[in-house]
């Protein structure tokens, strides 16, 4: 396990202002690298078309981010006047579907530009001058932390636009790293033992509020995937006759299945006797090896009964990333408690896609569980729903909305999250329906009484 370097991170000691306020600036500078590099690599055509109903303009997100940061950093924490007031229900996310978005007077690209730097050099003349303490929205930077977040969730949208928009490639990245040596020879599946487990946090400072407060939290003993579910095993589901067959699916699974004649996850197309995926504007046969993307919760869950399985519950999925049973303590990251590196996970749109199943040995949990962090967001069996003891902080409309049954729970993080938005206690949701996003997940099984607690 990697040890963790505490003078490196400011979590795990005193809160020194200066190494928190350099914190901030590099996660925020970070963010909007990569907002830029997202936003200009393509025209200003492609900039404001919606290339789905199912997104925004890229260009609607780009201005959004700034608007969020001006709300929040400038209004919020250092008291300024707005700078454009007139804009704040245009970049509302709650105010308008993404559907109706292009039809709103949405600031040009150029304009846009010219918004975000304005409102960023701004922010940075605050944090210079806060002392990132005194009141719970700026206590260890919290409120620049969640910036950052956010821009980073809205990276990976736009990222989402791309894998939808249509034509010619405009990104690139390195291929993954292939797995190391033996991981072909990984037991199928982990034991993870019984009893309880702290799950959530209190102490993260950059946490969320639906990841508060820490719980304890106490489950039978069951067997988790060592590795995601591959493109390869997914095959056989349906060359199995998976999506033709109805005991596998729920109610509304089925549904689905027939009113979209779902045969494949989306971007997939079958061609003679391989199977061909288009990915980021790149047509390619379907990598075996590669964790299976861009599955719904119905999918996930039909796959989870037609192996015998289950998916696992949120609790189960979190048990298995973070308990240490050495110490019975629960750890930041599988790996331990230090910020995430190349050879923990990947993440960070480092690569534009998974890693092979197996891959990121350094990165595996105390119980040799690997690739928990990073690769594919991981369908849980679990609905949304808020911790014991949940407050909201700073607003209801980050996670109070969203609580019920309507939602479904992802863990883990994707190879599109940064490492400011993936922890082990980071909660992802969404519509069981949801194909587009860079969704995956593993499966689980009762232990059953013949395993001791």
Not at 142 to 165: K, P, S, V, Y
Not at 240 to 264: F, I, N, P, Q, S
């Amino acid at each position: 396990m990697t040890t963790h370097d505490a003078s490196l991170d400011p979590w795990t000691g005193p809160a020194d202002p200066e190494i928190l306020r350099r914190r901030a600036e590099r996660v925020l500078r970070t963010a909007r690298d990569r907002t830029h590099a997202l936003t200009g690599c393509v025209d200003d055509h492609d900039l404001t078309a919606q290339h789905s109903p199912l997104m925004s303009p890229l260009v609607w997100d780009l201005a959004h981010i700034g608007n969020q940061e001006e709300q929040w950093l400038l209004r919020a924490v250092a008291g300024q006047q707005a700078l454009r007031p007139e804009i704040d229900k245009v970049y509302d996310a709650f105010e308008h579907p993404r559907a109706e978005r292009p039809s709103l007077p949405l600031l040009p690209p150029a304009e846009a530009r010219r918004y975000v730097a304005e409102v960023r050099g701004r922010v940075l003349d605050v944090l210079d001058r806060s002392p990132l303490h005194g009141t719970p929205l700026v206590d260890a930077g919290f409120a620049f932390g969640m910036i950052a977040q956010h821009e980073q969730q809205h990276d990976e949208t736009m990222l989402i636009t791309h894998q939808l928009r249509r034509g010619p490639a405009v990104l690139t990245a390195p291929a993954p790293p292939g797995p190391p040596a033996g991981a072909g020879l990984l037991p199928a599946e982990v034991l993870v033992p019984a009893g309880p487990f702290t799950m959530g946090t209190s102490t993260e400072p950059w946490a969320l509020d639906n990841e508060r407060p820490a719980h304890r939290r106490d489950t039978p003993a069951y067997f988790i995937d060592t590795v995601p579910v591959s493109n390869g095993a997914y095959l056989r589901f349906i060359e199995d006759g998976g999506y033709r067959d109805r005991r596998w699916w729920t109610a509304a699974g089925w549904d689905l299945v027939r009113e979209h004649d779902l045969r494949a996850p989306l971007f997939w197309r079958p061609d003679g006797r391989q199977w061909l995926r288009r990915r980021f504007g790149v047509v390619e046969p379907v990598p075996e090896e590669e964790p299976v993307l861009h599955v719904s919760w119905y999918e996930a869950d039909a796959y989870a009964r037609w192996a015998g399985r289950r998916l696992p519950t949120e609790a189960e999925w979190e048990k298995a990333a973070r308990y240490d049973p050495s110490s019975g303590r629960s750890l930041r990251y599988p790996w331990g408690d230090a910020e995430p590196g190349p050879a923990h996970a990947n993440l960070g749109q480092r690569h534009l896609r998974p890693a092979p199943v197996g891959s990121y040995p350094e990165g595996a949990s105390p119980l040799g569980v690997r690739q928990l962090i990073g690769d594919v967001w991981e369908w849980t069996g679990d609905d949304f729903l808020p911790y014991p003891g949940f407050a909201a902080f700073p607003y209801r409309e980050y996670s109070e909305v969203f609580f019920g049954s309507d939602h479904k729970v992802l863990r883990g993080g994707s190879f599109a999250v940064d490492p400011v938005v993936c922890r082990g206690t980071f909660r992802n949701w969404d519509l069981p329906v949801r194909r587009q996003i860079f969704a995956g997940f593993r499966t689980a099984r009762d232990a059953g009484p013949e395993v001791a607690r």
